[in-house]
């Protein structure tokens, strides 16, 4: 079983456009995130949340939103895409949001075009 | 926050130890150094963690020097599998984890 699901892998759009990517954890684990890897290999922080906090890194642009319908799912929703939000986007989760060990999903490679 | 500097690249040859350095010179007290890796198009993998000891697992060695401003990885017997890209982290005040550019680890056969 995938501890750390993602969907979709690849998602190709055109600027100005709205998507969505979907993450799942069968971890049972509290606290989930979301990354941005950009051409340089940077992994960055966008956002973590658990049922009590959602911390926000504040470099990220209010078009990115992450949305939790329950513990288990992190989805992350784009509105207006722009060119420059191309990148591989990778879902975590981890036991407890002071870091501990995290469990990475596959990557959604998102090309703006 | 602190600071992780590692060498861009580095090659082992297959079955030896492969020994990854890293210098945060700048890590307070109370935060860990953390090691992640990413093996192409995959996701990264937690290997280990440390704060103070020595720590040794299924998969590596770390071991941090007495004033805590460096560290080395050891993955004891490397294989081809272990080619990767190997994050030294440190975490910041919100315990969000704090990633550099790593280093590139070539296993020759």
């Known amino acids: 079983d995938t501890a750390v699901s993602q969907t979709p892998k690849y998602l190709v759009t055109q600027m100005g456009n709205d998507k969505s990517i979907k993450c799942e954890q069968n971890l049972g684990h509290d606290t989930m995130y979301w990354y941005k890897q950009d051409s340089k290999k940077f992994l960055k922080i966008m956002f973590s949340y658990n049922n009590k906090e959602l911390i926000i890194n504040e470099t990220v642009p209010n078009r990115f939103s992450p949305k939790s319908p329950d513990k288990a799912h992190l989805n992350l929703h784009i509105n207006s895409l722009e060119l420059g939000d191309s990148a591989v986007y990778f879902c975590?989760?981890?036991?407890?949001?002071?870091?501990?060990?995290?469990?990475f999903g596959q990557g959604t490679r998102l090309t703006v075009v | 926050d602190a600071k992780t500097t590692q060498p861009p690249s580095m090659d082992c040859a297959e079955g030896r130890a492969a020994n990854l350095p890293c210098n945060h010179s700048t890590i307070s007290g109370n935060e860990y150094v953390y090691w992640y890796r990413q093996i192409h198009s995959q996701g990264p993998q937690y290997i280990i963690h440390?704060?103070?000891?020595?720590e040794t697992n299924e998969m590596a060695s770390l071991i941090i020097t007495e004033d805590r401003k460096s560290s080395t990885l050891i993955l004891p017997h490397a294989t081809l599998r272990d080619t990767a890209v190997y994050y030294c982290i440190a975490m910041d005040s919100n315990y969000q984890l704090i990633w550099g550019a790593g280093t590139k680890l070539i296993i020759k056969p």
């Open positions: 440390g704060l103070k000891n020595n």
């Open positions: 975590a989760s981890s036991a407890t949001s002071l870091g501990a060990e995290a469990f």
